[in-house]
């Protein structure tokens, strides 16, 4: 049986200040088990009551999400933190002093009140206090924490703008809270707080030694989770994919992209620095070569390729260091014949050679 399309509304609202019936409405959209769509510091989110085992399953739904693929919880304030959490770890206040409201995710072991369905059926919760506006008005406004995903269909690129919402969800869910294009760009760090040392399950816009200089040494590479439950979002081998074929490439990437422009391709090409060269079937764009303009930048890049329909994408490999690795974990995970670097160690980055 056809799954029914919904008319799925955009609202306009300030990204400083939003205007409060936007938000009263979409906080009492959640309150009632729905779905809203909201900009975070990050990427967009696909919001539902965490509370809400009904509502949270609406989420998969629209996304056509796996199950064992968990959900971050969002909350207002550290207190809220603690009311979804069944252990609040020393380290966890330290964390939560320095980095919230902001790109860090905590897995702490879970309440009963959350449930399984946020979890993937695992014993933890992944929670965070998102740093934008928008968010936190409606946090506020709903009183309840905001299970939430990318606003995005599974395995699809995640959002940094309410058009890239629509054009992934449009039917599938009512609302969608505008604003404007997110700062980040890439989604949360996640950090493990259940083993010893903690572990980084995901990079993000917060680095392992940013961590570390509040809480000491961490496991900086996440280890396979074998049978049990997924405690993170974004540890799924394909992931943050564009629609077409993505390729990573070290080093001049010229050849590479000539070769299947020559075979009838056409192509996309990420890249640090303009070409000497042009051809009908190329779209070239050029990304800042600062690690956090990068990240700012990458999903919409792709997005922006995606539109444009091409066949492939080729993308300069990123320079090592901290500072690059999310970046470089979205492009293995994205990429053909490739494996997500958040499975390696950081001094141990292996090559991805063109296909």
Same mark, same amino acid.
């Given at each position: 049986m056809a799954r029914k399309a919904i008319e799925t509304e955009v609202v306009r609202v300030d990204a400083q200040r939003p205007e409060e019936e936007a938000i009263a409405r979409a906080a009492e959209m959640l309150r009632r088990g729905g779905l809203v769509a909201f900009p975070t510091e990050t990427v967009y989110g696909l919001g539902a009551n965490a509370l809400d085992a009904e509502a949270i399953a609406r989420i998969y739904e629209a996304k056509g999400r796996p199950a064992s693929n968990p959900l971050i919880v969002h909350v207002a304030d550290a207190e809220a933190a603690r009311q979804v959490v069944a252990a609040w770890a020393e380290a966890a206040g330290r964390l939560a002093a320095r980095f919230w409201p902001g790109p860090l995710t905590l897995v702490l072991p879970k309440r009963e009140a959350i449930p399984e369905i946020v979890t993937a059926g695992g014993p933890t919760v992944a929670v965070r206090i998102p740093a934008h506006a928008v968010a936190l008005? =409606? =946090? &506020? !406004? !709903? @009183?309840?924490?905001? !299970? @939430?995903?990318?606003?995005? &269909?599974?395995? +699809? =690129?995640? %959002?940094? &703008? !309410?058009?890239?919402?629509? +054009?992934?969800?449009?039917?599938?869910? %009512?609302?969608i809270l505008d604003g404007g294009p997110t700062t980040g760009g890439l989604e949360s760090t996640v950090l493990d707080l259940t083993t010893s040392p903690p572990r980084l399950l995901r990079p993000g816009l917060v680095t392992p030694a940013e961590i570390e200089t509040v809480i000491g040494p961490i496991e900086r590479a996440a280890k396979p989770a074998g049978n049990q439950p997924l405690p993170s979002p974004g540890m799924m081998a394909r992931h943050y994919a564009p629609r077409a074929p993505l390729e990573i490439q070290e080093g001049d990437a010229s050849s590479r992209v000539q070769s299947l422009l020559a075979q009838g391709e056409t192509v996309g090409w990420l890249t640090f620095t303009d070409p000497d060269w042009k051809h009908p079937g190329l779209t070239v764009l050029i990304l800042p070569e600062e690690p956090e303009a990068y990240a700012a930048h990458l999903y919409a890049a792709l997005h922006a390729l995606d539109a444009a329909d091409v066949t492939r994408i080729v993308v300069d490999l990123p320079p090592e260091g901290e500072a690059w690795l999310a970046a470089r974990d979205r492009l293995h995970r994205a990429a053909i014949k490739s494996r997500p670097l958040s499975s390696l160690p950081v001094n141990h980055v292996r090559r991805t050679p063109g296909a």
């Open positions: 008005a =409606l =946090l &506020r !406004a !709903a @009183a309840v924490p905001i !299970a @939430a995903p990318s606003a995005n &269909r599974s395995l +699809r =690129l995640s %959002p940094t &703008r !309410a058009e890239h919402v629509l +054009r992934d969800l449009k039917g599938r869910i %009512p609302l």
